[in-house]
C-alpha cells in the first residue's frame, strides 16, 4: 500500500445498518414474496440455490433482489450477502459457497482476470461478449447483463469546485501536482490498491499525490465527509450512489476515459447454471429493468431515508410486476 494515513472515522448510524441489512434472515431473505407469492411460477421448485454479495448498499439490495425472485419462482434460497470485498465473494463463488452474485464487467475484466483495464473494449455488449468469454474458461458463466453502470468516479462539494475550479479529472490532476493538500482524497481500501483504481488512475492522469493527503476510509462515510471538506476535498464514489444528489456532490468528469464500463451482469458457477437453466428467465427480467438511475434511486432510499435493504427490494419488485 502507497498510502500511509489511515483515519480514525467510523460511521456508526451507517454501519449499524448495513450491518442489520447484510445479515438478513436466516433462511435466505424471507419476504412475503417467497415461494407462496401468487406472482411465482414454480419453475424453480425444489431447487435449493445460494446468493452471495458484497458488502455495499447497492450489492445487499441486488443480492435482496435476487433471493426475493427466486424464492418466488418456487426455489429455496440461502443468504449468503454482505461478503467483504471483491477478493472474498469471488472466491465464495469459485469454491461452490455460493451460487451466484452480481458483479460489474469492469470489475471483471481488470480485476478477476487480470486484464490492462487500458485494453478494455468501449463498447458495453462487447466487455460483457469478452469477459463472458474468457471467464467460461474458470467455470464462471456470466448472463443478464443490466444497462445499469455503476463505474467509478470522484466528487467534491460545489463550493469547493467552485473554488479549486476543478469539474474534471484532468483539473483534479493539475491541482494535485500544484497544490497537493487541496487535493485531499478520501477512498476505501479496495479502490486504493486494485490496479484499475487509485494507482492506474495517476499513472493515466499523470499525477502522484503524496501519501499524506491520501486517507482511507470506510466507502459509505465518504459521502458524509466530502460534503464537510473534512478530513477531504474530494472522494471515490460510485456512479449509482443515491448520495450524491442527497448531498449535493459534484462528480468529476473522467474527461480522458480512463475507467472503464461497470454494467451490472449476474455470475454463475456453470454447474449450477446447467442445472438450473430456468434461472435466466428469473433474473433477466430484473437486468432489464434496472438502470443507472434506477440504482441510485434504490441506493438513496436505503442510504438517505434509512430504509431495510429487503424493504426497498420487495417494493420495487412488486413495483414492476417482477414478483407477485
Same mark, same amino acid.
Given at each position: ?32 414474496g ?92 462487447e ?65 486504493l ?5 487509485w ?40 456512479? %449509482?450512489?443515491g448520495?450524491?444528489?442527497? +448531498?449535493?456532490? *459534484?462528480?468529476? &468528469?473522467?474527461?480522458? =476515459?480512463?475507467? @472503464? /464500463?461497470?454494467n ?27 438502470? %443507472? ?5 434504490? +441506493?438513496?432510499? *436505503?442510504?438517505? &431515508?434509512?430504509?431495510? =435493504?429487503?424493504? @426497498? /427490494? ?6 414492476n410486476?417482477?414478483?407477485?
Amino acid at each position: 500500500m502507497r498510502y500511509s494515513k489511515k483515519a480514525g472515522l467510523t460511521a456508526v448510524a451507517v454501519g449499524l445498518t448495513l450491518v442489520a441489512t447484510a445479515c438478513g434472515d436466516d433462511d435466505g431473505g424471507g419476504g412475503s414474496g417467497g415461494s407462496g407469492g401468487s406472482g411465482g411460477s414454480g419453475d424453480l421448485d425444489g431447487v435449493s440455490l445460494t446468493v452471495g454479495s458484497k458488502e455495499f448498499t447497492e450489492q445487499l439490495l441486488l443480492g435482496q433482489i435476487t433471493i426475493l425472485a427466486l424464492e418466488d419462482a418456487g426455489a429455496e434460497v440461502e443468504d449468503q450477502t454482505g461478503l467483504t470485498g471483491t477478493t472474498n465473494v469471488r472466491q465464495s463463488l469459485e469454491s461452490e459457497e455460493i451460487d451466484m452474485y452480481w458483479e460489474y464487467t469492469g470489475t471483471g475484466y481488470s480485476e478477476i482476470l487480470g486484464n490492462e483495464a487500458a485494453d478494455a473494449p468501449d463498447d458495453g455488449q462487447e466487455l460483457f461478449d469478452a469477459v463472458a468469454e474468457q471467464d467460461a474458461e474458470n467455470g464462471i458463466a456470466w448472463l443478464a447483463l443490466s444497462e445499469a453502470n455503476n463505474t467509478y468516479a470522484f466528487a467534491t462539494s460545489q463550493e469547493a469546485s467552485d473554488e479549486y475550479g476543478v469539474t474534471t479529472l484532468s483539473d483534479y490532476a493539475e491541482l494535485a501536482s500544484s497544490d497537493p493538500e487541496s487535493a485531499s482524497m478520501c477512498a476505501a481500501a479496495e479502490f486504493l490498491d486494485r490496479a484499475d483504481g487509485w494507482p492506474g488512475l495517476e499513472k493515466a492522469y499523470g499525477f502522484e499525490l503524496p501519501d499524506e493527503q491520501i486517507t482511507e476510509v470506510e466507502l459509505t462515510i465518504i459521502y458524509e465527509t466530502v460534503p464537510k471538506r473534512d478530513p477531504c476535498e474530494f472522494g471515490e464514489v460510485f456512479e %449509482t450512489a443515491g448520495q450524491i444528489p442527497a +448531498n449535493d456532490l *459534484v462528480v468529476l &468528469e473522467d474527461d480522458q =476515459a480512463y475507467f @472503464v /464500463a461497470f454494467n451490472l451482469a449476474l455470475t454463475v458457477n456453470e454447474a449450477t447454471l446447467e442445472e438450473t437453466p430456468e434461472l435466466e428467465d428469473v433474473v433477466q427480467p430484473i437486468a432489464d429493468a434496472l438502470t %443507472t438511475e434506477v440504482l441510485q434511486e434504490l +441506493n438513496a432510499q *436505503v442510504d438517505v &431515508e434509512g430504509l431495510p =435493504a429487503e424493504q @426497498v /427490494a420487495q417494493q420495487w419488485l412488486e413495483d414492476n410486476d417482477l414478483i407477485g
